[in-house]
């Protein structure tokens, strides 16, 4: 599975826009991108994932690049029970092979 | 969405004693689970894959007799930590996969496992 780089920490304002960035330089044609978060304490929580169109559910936005590099998470109005370690993955799809490996993720800290 | 629950959520036992936690998939069957163990201020480590009907599937460094899973059922699977030792002491958390046609894993909420 492709490797996904994001920064270690971000702020956000509450009531603003979250926008989390992912790098994945060596995302191949049949991997998926998925987001999940953490908060502390307890297990992920799935939120979205794509191939190469833009998603949108209840939680959040998912915008892939046209060259799928890269992507960006948006929670459009972030509020306090959005901090938490955000996670990007890059995994293929189908196969014997269903693992998700975690990086570090991204802090998102929301401030009142 | 699918929910999965763990339990117990905390527990905390005697060096060389036996624990066994609980994975269940509350509204969907669940064919392949993943068992992740979680170090403070680290990322998670999946440990093994287990399906339905069949062994775990282990990851390289996870010791297979210490960290025993059975996967008996479509709803259900648990992780027994034999003979566990202070540097076991972890929090470990489960997934679902949530069905045969997404790739899409559903997770637990975790037990958080102290080892005196």
């Known amino acids: 599975d492709a490797k996904t780089t994001q920064p270690p920490s971000m702020d956000c304002a509450e009531g603003r826009a979250a926008n989390l960035p992912c790098n994945h330089s060596?995302?191949?044609?049949?991997?998926?991108v998925y987001w999940y978060r953490q908060i502390h304490s307890q297990g992920p929580q799935y939120i979205i994932h794509?191939?190469?169109n833009n998603e949108t559910n209840e939680m959040a936005s998912l915008i892939i690049t046209e060259d799928r590099k890269s992507s960006t998470l948006i929670l459009p109005h972030a509020t306090l029970r959005d901090t938490a370690v955000y996670y990007c993955?890059?995994?293929?799809?189908?196969?014997?092979?269903?693992?998700?490996?975690f990086g570090k993720g991204t802090l998102l800290t929301v401030n009142p | 969405g699918a929910v999965v629950s763990q339990h117990p959520s905390r527990v905390i036992c005697k060096s060389g004693t036996s624990v066994k936690i609980e994975c269940r998939s509350l509204?969907?069957?669940?064919?392949?689970m993943f068992w992740y163990r979680q170090f403070p201020k680290k990322s998670l480590m999946l440990m093994a894959t287990?399906?339905?009907?069949?062994?775990?599937?282990?990851e390289q460094g996870v010791e297979k007799d210490k960290f025993l899973i059975n996967h008996a059922s479509l709803t259900l699977s648990t992780l027994t930590v034999t003979s566990a030792h202070p540097e076991d002491s972890s929090f470990y958390i489960c997934?679902?996969?949530?069905?045969?046609?997404?790739?899409?894993?559903?997770f637990g909420p975790g037990t958080r496992l102290t080892v005196l």
């Open positions: 794509g191939l190469k």
């Open positions: 287990s399906n339905e009907g069949s062994k775990a599937t282990y």
């Open positions: 997934s679902a996969r949530a069905g045969e046609d997404t790739d899409t894993q559903y």
């Open positions: 509204d969907f069957q669940a064919t392949t």
């Open positions: 993955i890059v995994r293929a799809s189908g196969g014997s092979n269903y693992k998700l490996t």
């Open positions: 060596t995302i191949s044609g049949n991997e998926y």
